[in-house]
């Protein structure tokens, strides 16, 4: 093995790579992992310097507490390549914070911006060839965080790994996406850690989710766990509901991730003179515009997905399909932000980044 770079982040390079293995043309997403990966170790109170090293297995002791206490948290990004290969990312700088943010919460240290952007920087530049070109794919980044000390005490681990990952991916979904209104299960409650990226708030969703597929549905659509009279956010996206001409999303709140694509959203719209509101908004709201033709569009936004536009929601037995849009915001939104994103066009919010 190879191994180059100095002091701060160190690089060392595979010997071997699987790019040739890869058909770029047919990405499903985050299924496939580049060259390499960063790995950064906590121990005796402080991170030590990133390391870019061959992609592989880990190994762990069986004590450690992730797998116990389920100390974990993540974010997810992109870097997109522009037609003359240079490399872009979107808001880095938030997904740290709200990385931090997540760590807080879980009781994890919290990693300092430089060993964040470095590392992520030296990756992107170590695996540079496999971020796609090709249309509507880019590199998915997923930064995670875990507790990797031992020991069968329930309290935090005393060591951790924070890592980063890359997959070259093609788009979240594929086709039309059909939502369930949940009315008994709840991904979050006041107090709780439904604000953080923490690992264990997608576990709870998965059983909710399973019974919503076997119903033929894609998603669940979280409601509050209060009443689920609220409509909250989706597994991996906030959503938004355009009644009228009217845009709105609910407000972040201790149960909702504060999502860096629907902030996003929010001042691409009001920059377009879109009337926007973030306020709370009910159930019966939106099936009452369902039914006397005012609901327009319903649409997830995040990261992974971008901007999802929904065909039908499903509450309490019934499906309300969501009338098909010459010109919907959702499609007039995604170009907006995607072209920020892949630099085709002027980013006057500041928002992207070369990598
Ligand atoms: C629960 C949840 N809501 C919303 C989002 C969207 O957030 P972002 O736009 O920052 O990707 C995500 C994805 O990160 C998520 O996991």
Redesign the pocket.
């Known amino acids: 093995m190879e191994t180059t770079g100095k002091n701060f982040v160190t690089v060392e390079k595979s010997t071997t790579s699987k790019i040739d293995q890869i058909d770029f043309d047919n990405l499903s997403f985050g299924s496939v992992f580049t060259d390499h990966m960063l790995v950064c170790n906590y121990k005796n109170g402080a991170w030590e310097a990133p390391q870019v090293v061959p992609y592989g297995p880990l190994t762990l002791d069986p004590s450690a507490k992730i797998f116990h206490y389920g100390q974990s948290i993540f974010e ?1 990004m992109k870097a997109y390549k522009d037609t003359e290969e240079k490399v872009w990312l979107f808001r880095p700088l938030d997904n740290h914070k709200r990385l931090n943010i997540s760590a807080k919460r879980l009781a994890i240290p919290e990693i300092p911006e430089e060993f964040f952007m470095k590392g992520l920087k030296t990756l992107l530049k170590t695996d540079e060839n496999w971020i796609p070109k090709q249309d509507g794919s880019s590199l998915y980044i997923r930064p995670f965080i875990f507790a990797s000390g031992q020991g069968f005490h329930a309290s935090p681990a005393d060591e951790y790994k924070f890592m980063i990952c890359l997959a070259p991916s093609g788009a979240y979904f594929s086709g039309k996406v059909k939502v369930l209104i949940e009315e008994k299960y709840s991904r979050s409650a006041n107090g709780g850690v439904g604000y953080a ?1 923490a690992g264990g ?1 997608y576990a709870g969703q998965f059983y909710p989710t399973q019974l919503a597929v076997e119903k033929g549905y894609n998603q669940v659509i979280w409601t509050d766990d209060n009443t689920h009279e609220y409509i909250e ?6 959503i938004f509901i355009r009644i009228n001409d009217t845009l709105i999303t609910g407000p972040t709140s201790d149960r ?2 504060d ?4 902030k996003s959203i929010l001042e691409i719209a009001k920059d377009q003179n879109i009337n926007v509101e973030v306020r709370k908004i009910t159930v019966s709201e939106v099936v009452e515009a369902a039914k006397n033709g005012s609901l327009k569009e319903m649409f997830g ?4 997905a971008v901007i999802s536009p929904i065909a039908t929601f499903g509450y309490k037995g019934t499906d309300y399909d969501l009338p098909e849009l010459p010109e919907s915001y959702a499609s007039s939104l995604k170009k907006l932000i995607t072209d920020i994103q892949y630099n085709r066009s002027e980013d006057k919010f500041g928002w992207r980044f070369e990598a």
């Open positions: 997810g990226k708030n956010e989706a597994g991996a996206m906030n909702i991730l999502g860096i694509t629907r936004a995040g990261t992974a």
